[in-house]
């Protein structure tokens, strides 16, 4: 996940808002990740959000504005490039919790 400008009030056409929470007592962080146009396009009703666990591993989480949080998918990433790295694993919660609406 690419971290960009904490001013920006509002992500460009490529990225999506991804509401990051901050050890050690979960101070919320607006961030931008890149997911590519068309996919972005498609994400304005998700609630995507991220943090870092104890373990070094960073944990993504993806719902629906009208869904609770019990509806809501996690998978975890590693810190580096790979098919791990937060920006793949985004990439497939996305696509994923967006295939449950048949977007």
Do not use: H
């Not at 993504?60 to 019990?70: H, S, V």
Request: glycine residues 8%; charged residues 30%; contains cysteine.
């Amino acid at each position: 996940m690419a971290i960009t400008d904490d001013f920006k009030l509002e992500p460009a056409k490529d990225e999506v808002e991804v509401t990051q929470y901050l050890r050690p007592d979960g101070k919320k962080q607006r961030v931008f990740a890149q997911v590519g146009e068309d996919l972005a396009a498609k994400c304005g009703d998700l609630i995507l959000s991220a943090e870092v666990l104890s373990t070094g591993l960073i944990a993504i989480y993806a719902r629906f504005k009208d869904e609770g949080t019990e509806a809501e998918i996690m998978d975890l990433a590693e810190n580096g490039p790979g098919d791990k790295s937060p920006a793949a694993v985004l990439t497939k919660l996305i696509t994923r919790k967006l295939a449950e609406r048949g977007l």
